[in-house]
C-alpha cells in the first residue's frame, strides 16, 4: 500500500483539514499574478450570512 497524507490527517492542523490554508494560498495567489478568485468575496458573504442565520434560528428554538 502506497503511503499518502490522507492516512495521517491527524497530522494537519485544523486549517488545513478545513480547507482554510488552500483557500488563503489561492487568494494571495489571484492578488499577485491579478485574477479573479474562484470565489467571489460577495458569494463567501452571502454564504456566511445564511449559515449564520441557520445558526441564530436553530438556537432560538
Do not use: Y
Amino acid at each position: 500500500m502506497a503511503w499518502s497524507s490522507a492516512r495521517f490527517a491527524g497530522w494537519q492542523t485544523t486549517l488545513e483539514q478545513r480547507g482554510f490554508v488552500g483557500c488563503a494560498r489561492h487568494f494571495i495567489e489571484c492578488v499577485q499574478n491579478q485574477t479573479v478568485p474562484e470565489t467571489a468575496g460577495e458569494q463567501a458573504l452571502l454564504a456566511q450570512r445564511i449559515v449564520e442565520k441557520l445558526w441564530r434560528d436553530a438556537i432560538s428554538e
